[in-house]
């Protein structure tokens, strides 16, 4: 069974900077894709960033376009969500996902059968 934790959110002004992370246990790391996801309460999950099994090819949602940036650690079997020039409109619950069957950076929360917690990250203005 595979395992996803996430970790690192917190409470951040306006402009500051986090980085997340994604534990994942119970498989083959770099088999999977990755992806990050978000949700505010009664609001649907929604894509943030994306990433191969490879870590070769990555997806973002415009908004977040060279402010955030997903990497990954297959030694480590984890995979990094870096949030810079954090603004209030960021503040939503932050999920990491999984999928085998994809292997490309994928946007589609159904194609991840893997799911994290979630951490949230509130954001100050």
């Known amino acids: 069974q595979v395992q996803l934790v996430e970790s690192g959110g917190g409470l951040v002004q306006a402009g500051g900077s986090l980085r997340l992370s994604c534990a994942a246990s119970g498989g083959t790391f770099s088999w999977f894709s990755m992806g990050w996801f978000r949700q505010a309460p009664g609001k649907e999950r929604e894509f943030v960033a994306a990433?191969?099994?490879?870590?070769?090819?990555?997806s973002y949602t415009d908004s977040v376009k060279g402010r955030f940036t997903i990497s990954r650690d297959n030694a480590k079997n984890t995979v990094y969500l870096q949030m810079n020039s954090l603004l209030p409109e960021d503040t939503y619950v932050y999920y990491c996902?999984?999928?085998?069957?994809?292997?490309?950076?994928?946007?589609?929360?159904?194609?991840?059968?893997?799911w994290g917690q979630g951490t949230q990250v509130t954001v100050s203005s």
């Open positions: 996902a999984a999928t085998v069957l994809f292997g490309r950076a994928t946007p589609t929360p159904d194609n991840y059968a893997y």
């Open positions: 990433i191969s099994w490879s870590g070769g090819s990555t």
